[in-house]
């Protein structure tokens, strides 16, 4: 597939509702396993919200539209987008996904809403200056995660939900730092110093590049 004629060429059928078109896109590109996946982020990120933010739905249903296209073709592909790529993100491609989600959101399903777009660019690392959409878009991908069986961290997490967002977050990025974080992305060492900002505690053990 010409992943860059593909996006660039789509569009949507004005005949059937944004969900409808969203459904037929994980269909079209066999990333029906991705789809549900949203789906569950997009639920959690209603449970979740503070401030009745729909939008966040829509954001948890995109967040990972960028699936289809393969590890080895991230890179080539954000350059050829022009999309700006870290050192981190050339070392491991993968992070440049939730770049790329948030480039289609806006191109071929036309999202135009800054903080939807902002949540699923850092969904996968959030950011240091992160905004309540985006930690909330980050916490829901983490508690309803893509892989088999239930996320080892959970039950530690859930539980520090209850004190706040900033504690929960925390729980899974120090799940990290304890389990071999091999490529650390800026974004993800911006946002541990936040977050311990924000619960009130030091960061005694830092993320580094």
Sequence with gaps: MDYLKFIQQYHLNNQVDLSTNIRNFY????????????LAVAAET???????QPQ????GLLHDISAFIPN?????????LQLPILPAEQQLPLLLHQKLSAYIAQTCFHITDNNMIAAIECHTTLK???????????????IAWDQ???????PELQQALATSKADAALVYLNYLRQND?????????????????????????????
């Design 27 to 38: 269909q079209q590109t066999n990333t029906m396993a991705t789809y549900q996946h949203g």
């Design 46 to 52: 209603q449970l979740l919200s503070e401030n009745n």
């Design 56 to 59: 966040l739905y829509w954001a």
């Design 72 to 80: 080895n073709q991230r890179l080539n592909l954000a350059q050829q």
């Design 128 to 142: 240091g200056q992160f905004t309540d959409s985006d930690l909330t878009l980050f916490l829901a991908d983490k």
């Design 148 to 154: 088999p069986g239930t996320p080892p961290y959970l």
């Design 181 to 209: 974080l091999k490529v650390v992305h800026p974004w993800l060492i911006d946002a541990y110093q936040t977050l311990n900002t924000i619960a009130g505690r030091p960061a005694s053990h830092s993320l580094k590049y």
